[in-house]
């Protein structure tokens, strides 16, 4: 009796190991308590994991909706080898789907919530053989405003882009100055010195009324009057004495 129980153990054990007998499990994962402020799109997280490959023509997924207090639990998404919306309902036109098969993800996006969204949204995934696993619940709460915890998250968030920006654009400054800092220092360095020039040294070629004679007086001895000396040049004075003389010969 006990050999039987053996070769039957032994034979379980050989059957499990060859994966003719296996397990079958479907794990799926959701981002729990969830807020969204009235008016806005909000996106139901879904991931899953299954032991099984995954068959797109099988695979099914299923979300539904259970409000808070009473109320039945009403359909919301349905996903077989293609997205199938609700037609009627709380939810006609106001469901996205937002997942991938292949990607293990079956996220859908909530459009405009409303204060009648609040309540508990369960997302379940078939994979055949895994057909058994545990459902995911995402619990929705739609408020007026973001939560504070909401708003200083998006505050850090925004703070820290602006400050990442303005540390990059002093870094930039920095380093242009630092550049044209040091191409200053090479054409200062390759560049020949000039010599300064004497402000009170003049150039020959403006210097030239320096050397224009001033008129010199003479004193006239027949009446004692002083006159100012011809500054005529000399040749032209000669042409006017010939000239004088070839008219005094003419006269006689």
């Not at 799109?41 to 979300?63: A, G, H, Y």
């Not at 909401?150 to 100055?177: F, P, Y």
């Not at 054409?187 to 008129?215: F, G």
Request: hydrophobic content about 35%.
């Amino acid at each position: 009796m006990c050999g039987t129980r053996l070769y039957f153990l032994a034979v379980l054990s050989g059957l499990a190991a060859s994966g003719v007998l296996r397990v079958s499990g479907m794990r799926v994962y959701t981002s729990g308590d969830m807020e969204a402020v009235n008016g806005t799109d909000v996106r139901l997280k879904c991931t899953f994991q299954s032991s099984s490959p995954i068959t797109p023509s099988t695979l099914t997924i299923t979300w539904s909706f259970r409000p808070l207090g009473t109320g039945r639990e009403e359909s919301v998404f349905y996903y077989h080898t293609r997205p199938y919306p609700p037609p009627e309902g709380r939810f006609r036109k106001r469901v996205v789907w937002a997942g991938d098969v292949m990607g293990r993800d079956a996220s859908i996006i909530v459009r405009e919530a409303k204060f009648t969204y609040n309540g508990t949204f369960s997302c379940q995934v078939k994979n055949p053989p895994d057909v058994y696993g545990n459902t995911g619940e995402v619990r929705l709460r739609v408020v007026t405003t973001a939560s504070f915890s909401d708003l200083l998250i998006l505050a850090l968030a925004i703070g820290g882009a602006i400050a990442a920006v303005v540390i990059l654009l002093i870094i930039i400054v920095s380093c242009r100055r630092c550049r044209r800092k040091r191409q200053r220092q090479e054409v200062n360095e390759e560049a020949p010195q000039k010599k300064r020039k004497d402000p009170t040294v003049c150039h020959p070629s403006r210097a030239v009324h320096l050397y224009l004679s001033e008129p010199s007086l003479e004193i006239d001895s027949s009446d004692g009057m002083i006159s100012e000396a011809s500054t005529k040049d000399p040749s032209s004075s000669e042409e006017e004495e010939r000239s004088s003389d070839e008219e005094g010969g003419n006269s006689d």
